[in-house]
């Protein structure tokens, strides 16, 4: 399953990586930092446990600053019902909220 989290931070990032052993999951932040870090594999936030599964799972993850991208994940994805997980107040066009 698809699923898209916003926000990385302690509640977004922790479901963006349990969810990401299992599916594909795109976590989408304001922050330009905080993504590059999770690009580079190293976790935005103070967490060993989310660091250690950056550094040790398998995990179908991928960050994006891009809110459009996720817009269009999610509409093209709707059909297929996409989960968008949303700890943050987002205003997605449409979406199905988990
Ligand atoms: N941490 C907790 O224990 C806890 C408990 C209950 C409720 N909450 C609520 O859950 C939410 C998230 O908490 P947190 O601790 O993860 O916060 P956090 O500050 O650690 O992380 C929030 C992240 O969301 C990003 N963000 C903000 N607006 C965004 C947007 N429009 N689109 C994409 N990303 C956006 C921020 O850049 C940041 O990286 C907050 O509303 C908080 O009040 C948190």
């Known amino acids: ?38 690009r580079a594999g190293k976790s935005p936030i103070h967490d060993n446990e989310i660091q250690d599964f950056l550094d040790n799972k398998p995990l179908n993850l991928t960050a994006t600053l891009d809110k459009q991208f996720v817009n269009l994940l999610v509409e093209g994805a709707i059909k297929k019902d996409m989960p968008v997980l949303l700890p943050m107040r987002l205003k997605l066009k449409r979406f199905k909220v988990l």
């Open 1 to 38: 399953m698809k699923i898209a989290v916003a926000g990385t931070g302690y509640v977004g990032l922790s479901l963006a990586v349990l969810l990401a052993q299992n599916h594909e999951v795109v976590a989408l932040d304001l922050i330009k930092e905080k993504v590059d870090f999770l």
